[in-house]
Structures are given as C-alpha cells and as structure tokens.
C-alpha cells in the first residue's frame, strides 16, 4: 500500500496568514492527490484534486501543488472557516491511503 | 444538490454483524462508484473499499476483505455496507462516500459502537 506522511499534526495561525501543508508518498502516485477538509457538524469537502485542480466551490485561496511523491496544501490569506483538519489522499491506485491529518487551528 | 445520507448510529456486539445504509439524492448512484471510510476514534481515515453500483464489481482494501461486505440497490438509490463478526477494534465512525476516484461527497457518518 501506498503510506502517505502529512506534516505538520498540528499548525496555528491567524487569520491573514498563509500556511502550507505537506503531503509525502511512499511511492510515485503521478499527480493523483486529493485534499480534503474536516470541520465538525459538516461533511468532508473534497477542496482539490489531481494535484492542483480545484473542486467547484473551493475558494481561489486554495491551491494544490505536487506530483510524483511530494505535495503541498496552500491556503493564502486565511479566512476565519479554514481552522479544521485536512487530510490528503492518493487516488492513483487501490488500496487509496490518507494522510494522517493536520489540524489547522486559531492562533 | 447532491446528498449522502447514513442511517442511525449502531450498537453491535461482539461476533454479531450490522448493515449500513447511504441513501443518495440528486445523484444516480449507476454513473459514480461508492466508497466506504472509516476514522477510529482519535485516528485518521481509512479506505474501506468502493462499489460500482452500475455491476456490482467491488475492491476492498486487504484488512477489511473478510470484515466488509459492500452492495447497492440502484432502484433506492443506496449503497450498503455490512461489517460482520464484530469486534471492539470495529468501533468506529463509518462514511459513505461517492466519486470515480477522488471523493466527491461525503455522508455525515455513522457511529458503530461494539460493546458487550
């Protein structure tokens, strides 16, 4: 199975601030990453894909760079709702595997 | 609008079996594959396996092969999941959701509690 190694567990910032998140494969998954966000009382949303495409609805904020092993979550300019948990995927083979998470919390 | 919806928390116990439903709305389920996750307390997401409603045709992750069994009945509109000879370790929060590969919606989630 494909191991997926998200870093950081843990990330605070304050609104305004831009913060990164890595996603790292144990093996080449070409560019077929997905990331995912967390909040409590909604649904999961599914923010990117393929790597760098942005979902419908997902803010231009957000953006999705990477392929072969490493990738990178951005979100520029942050917005009091993007303090949740975010999770990366790989979608290139089964068994698809999640990364561990990171919670995104207010500084 | 595209909705997931889950049936009602479950309590099993151990050796016993339940089934989980997903309803969906605003989407035929015969045009995407349906995928099952769970996230034990305190951990991350775990791929369960996926379903293409349109056949039948089913990949389980390797753990769950024996534990998962996945159908849909494309007249409702409903994935199922049934999780047989539970065990505590099967304590969990389980989601239905629905995608060709990545995940494009997702259920609210279920709790499964096995206990004596």
């Known amino acids: 199975d494909v191991q997926m190694t998200q870093s950081p567990s843990y990330l605070a910032a304050s609104p305004g601030e831009s913060v990164s998140i890595s996603c790292k494969a144990s093996?080449?998954?070409?560019?077929?990453l997905a990331w995912y966000q967390e909040k409590p009382g909604k649904t999961n949303k599914l923010l990117i894909y393929?790597?760098?495409t942005l979902q419908s609805g997902t803010p231009s904020r957000f953006s999705g760079s990477g392929s072969g092993t490493d990738f990178t979550l951005t979100i520029r300019s942050l917005e009091p709702e993007d303090f949740a948990v975010y999770y990366c995927?790989?979608?290139?083979?089964?068994?698809?595997?999640f990364g561990a998470g990171t919670k995104l919390e207010l500084k | 609008e595209v909705q997931l919806q889950q049936s009602g928390a479950e309590l099993g116990k151990p050796g016993t079996s339940v089934k989980l439903s997903c309803k969906v709305s605003?989407?035929?389920?015969?045009?995407?594959?349906m995928h099952w996750v769970n996230q034990r307390p305190g951990k991350g997401l775990e791929w369960i396996g996926r379903?293409?409603?349109?056949?039948?045709?089913?990949i389980y992750a390797e753990k769950f092969k024996s534990k998962a069994t996945l159908t849909a009945d494309t007249s409702s509109n409903t994935a199922y999941m049934q999780l047989s000879q539970l065990k505590s370790d099967d304590t969990a929060i389980y989601f239905c959701?629905?995608?060709?590969?990545?995940?494009?919606?997702w259920g609210q989630g279920v709790m499964v509690t096995v206990s004596s």
């Open positions: 959701a629905m995608g060709g590969a990545e995940l494009d919606y």
């Open positions: 605003g989407y035929n389920i015969r045009s995407t594959y």
């Open positions: 995927q790989q979608h290139n083979e089964y068994p698809y595997t």
């Open positions: 379903i293409d409603p349109a056949n039948g045709n089913t």
């Open positions: 093996k080449s998954i070409n560019t077929y």
């Open positions: 393929s790597g760098s």
